[in-house]
């Protein structure tokens, strides 16, 4: 049997900027926590939930970098951020943002997994 | 063995410098190190150069080191700050008059050459290409809306200058972790362009102890992105910005003053770890590039963190140039409806908006409407199940246009609707100004065509004194 949860029930997140890239660090409280963000937060799974933050007609491009031993993943967007900063004309020109969308991504996952999750720091 | 304790100080323009107090009142620090320069600082310190020539350096400058000078020079502490901006001999200027009106005594060094504005020409003839390092478009599409162009260099130079004895240096552009790796390389003699892996990897050490500082309260529990856990981090009000204490092999415990806010830990160091870099096993500088593939944070409790295990690899050959350039104009109005239907009668007036844009023909490029309290920050991913019944929603919409004069208009299409428009309109704060918009070009820049105009110049606040 399976659960839906959201990402930010078993991570937390920080995004910045440089340029026209919005990059996002995820973090698992534990170990567990990682292989479900290793195996279900995948880079095609994050350009799919950003496609919206990319210029219009654009795909946009996400790399994604794997940090086991800080339990993290990192994901870089590339042609995020309405040309960058300055140039942008949203609110959150600066993709600060950003990392609490992430968070909204809804995950299925298996109950005994549900069950173990850790919502907060060991 | 040696060690060094070196202290966050500013993370932007306009960053508070409060913390610093307890840094150097109660976190034995002999350094602090403080960055002003976000990536387009440059282009606000532009206009401020372009109005007056001694402009052109972060003014918080002045009155930060009035603040913390009387409490760092008894203590023997040196500042590194990239507070000079386009300036730097401004700004020790301003600096120099402050201190000698106090009767105070200081060595001031600049570090200049990072702006290659004015060499742009130079290097194209040169046959340096400047381009785009994105999307490989040539510079000279841009070239003639350039507003700031400036290579970021590393320690070295800071490292000249506080073997000159400088008490305060003050920088242009340099990559923000060299501004606290160069204390420590010139504290502890380490070899800029080492020959052994071992000695690569403590300039990979210090890389990642001033990536981990250079935000300010961001490496101590600020904004710390978690749900729920960030209520626990206590007294924000009052939070310590981070200090290193690095030893001479490179490891070091990052800590904050005894009895101030905020919180070092596996978490909130781990956040500003891989905070704006993008493949943490390549994070470039002029320096060193930091592998953090090996790094490791041991959480050591007590707001202590051990950081020790990053890999270095040799630094690039070339330099990174950021250039802004002029992009044309926002425009921008916000305004705010109540229950009932506060999110139709905001989208009505986009609609209205929109008709008397091209009703009055105001050329623009882009329009952009968000539902501030609704779904600005979120997006499709925010909650819509209450849509139709919003206790309140404020409407902002901005336009980009190339004139000046269609982003002061635009805000104007708004006023009349509070008598002639949908219902219950409240909120309109005034008509704004509008703001000039960047482009940002990053490119590289090879070092050789940089690093012989970089210039240390060191001035005794007492000579100077009239």
């Known amino acids: 049997m399976t659960r839906e949860v959201r990402l930010a029930q078993l991570a937390h997140a920080r995004s910045g900027d440089k340029a026209d890239r919005a990059d996002i660090g995820l973090f698992a409280w534990d170990a567990a926590g990682y292989a479900i963000l290793e195996r279900e937060v995948t880079a095609a799974r994050v350009a799919g939930h950003f496609a919206h933050l990319a210029a219009p007609g654009a795909a946009l491009k996400v790399e994604r970098h794997e940090l086991p031993g800080l339990l993290a993943l990192k994901f870089v967007l590339h042609g995020a951020l309405d040309g960058g900063a300055a140039r942008s004309l949203r609110s959150d020109n600066l993709g600060k943002t950003i990392a609490a969308q992430l968070l909204r991504m809804p995950l299925t996952i298996a109950d005994h997994e549900a069950a173990a999750l850790r919502e907060g720091p060991p | ?466």
């Open chain 2, 1 to 466: 063995m040696k060690s060094v304790r070196i202290g966050a100080g500013l993370g932007f323009y306009g960053d508070s410098w409060e913390p610093v107090r307890a840094s150097l009142e109660r976190g034995g620090v002999q350094y602090i190190a403080s960055d002003h320069l976000a990536e387009l600082t440059l282009a606000i310190l532009q206009k401020d150069r372009a109005r007056d020539p001694t402009l052109g350096w972060t003014r918080d400058l002045v009155p930060m080191l009035s603040a913390l000078w009387p409490l760092a020079q008894p203590r023997g502490v040196k500042f590194v700050l990239d507070a000079g901006g386009l300036n730097p001999a401004g700004a020790r200027d301003a600096l120099l008059a402050a201190f000698a009106a106090k009767g105070w005594r200081a060595r001031i060094a600049t570090v200049t050459g990072d702006d290659q504005l004015a060499r742009i020409d130079e290097l194209r003839a040169a046959g340096v290409t400047l381009a785009h390092l994105d999307s490989g478009a040539p510079i000279d599409t841009v070239r003639e809306r350039l507003v700031f162009a400036n290579a970021y260099l590393g320690a070295a130079p800071i490292v000249r200058a506080l073997a000159q004895g400088a008490d305060i240096v003050l920088t242009g552009r340099v990559a923000d972790a060299a501004l606290f790796l160069a204390p420590l390389v010139h504290e502890f003699g380490w070899p800029l362009e080492p020959t052994r892996a071992a000695d690569w990897n403590r300039l990979a050490q210090g890389l990642a102890v001033g990536h981990l500082l250079e935000c300010s309260g961001q490496g101590s529990g600020g904004n710390f992105g978690a749900a729920r856990e960030w209520s626990r981090i206590p007294d924000l009000t009052h939070i310590g910005y981070p200090i290193a204490e690095v030893s001479e092999d490179g490891t070091a415990v990052v800590t904050k003053a005894e009895g101030t806010g905020g919180r070092v830990s596996f978490d909130t160091v781990r956040q500003q770890l891989l905070y704006e870099v993008h493949d943490p096993r390549r994070y470039l500088s002029p320096d060193v590039v930091l592998d953090m593939g090996s790094l490791r944070l041991d959480d050591l409790g007590g707001d202590r963190v051990r950081v020790s295990g990053a890999t270095g690899h040799p630094r690039p050959e070339a330099l990174k140039l950021v250039a802004g350039y002029d992009d044309g104009w926002l425009g921008q109005c916000v305004v705010g409806f109540c229950w009932p239907d506060a999110l139709a009668k905001a989208r009505a007036t986009v609609e209205s908006v929109k008709l008397q844009l091209a009703e009055r023909r105001l050329p623009v490029d882009e329009v952009l409407a968000e539902f501030i309290g609704h779904d600005t920050f979120l997006g499709p991913h925010a909650d819509r199940s209450r849509e139709d019944d919003l206790n309140e929603v404020w409407l902002r919409m901005a336009v980009r246009c190339r004139e000046r004069r269609v982003a002061e208009a635009f805000p104007r299409l708004f006023p009349w609707m509070a008598l002639s428009g949908p219902p219950y309109m409240g909120g309109l704060h005034g008509v704004g100004a509008p703001s000039q918009l960047l482009g940002v070009w990053p490119a590289l820049v090879p070092r050789e065509r940089v690093e012989p105009q970089v210039e240390v110049t060191v001035t005794d606040v007492a000579e100077a004194a009239p």
